[in-house]
């Protein structure tokens, strides 16, 4: 059974930082892309930034400049370094792998259970 836990959220004033981490545990043979996706209180679920097996790197036009995204493959561990963080940058920030299942021979989308990012004015 694969999970994928966050952690590294919590509440910033404006212009901080925070990392966020998220470690992939159990079947994980392969793990291909990683993200990181944020939603906040009635907006849809954005991606923020994604990271290849390759390590070529992805940003939402908001985000550039400001956050990087990188990896551990040793640790099946993805990280989201955020600076100057601005209150606009509050929401939910959910983790996301495609990761190798050897019944289906194929890479499978799994989620995190989410961490709260705070960013006060």
């Known amino acids: 059974q694969v999970q994928l836990v966050e952690s590294g959220g919590g509440l910033v004033q404006a212009g901080g930082s925070l990392r966020l981490s998220c470690a992939a545990s159990?079947?994980?043979?392969?793990?291909?892309?990683m993200r990181w996706y944020r939603q906040a209180p009635g907006k849809q679920r954005e991606l923020v930034a994604a990271?290849?097996?390759?390590?070529?790197?992805n940003y939402a036009d908001s985000v550039k400049g400001r956050f990087t995204i990188s990896r551990d493959n040793a640790k099946n561990t993805v990280y989201l370094q955020m600076n100057s963080l601005k209150p606009e940058d509050t929401a939910v920030y959910y983790c996301?792998?495609?990761?190798?299942?050897?019944?289906?021979?194929?890479?499978?989308?799994?989620w995190g259970q989410g961490t709260q990012v705070t960013v006060s004015s």
């Open positions: 996301n792998a495609d990761i190798y299942r050897s019944d289906l021979n194929w890479y499978s989308a799994y």
């Open positions: 159990g079947s994980t043979r392969s793990i291909n892309a």
């Open positions: 990271i290849t097996s390759g390590e070529i790197t």
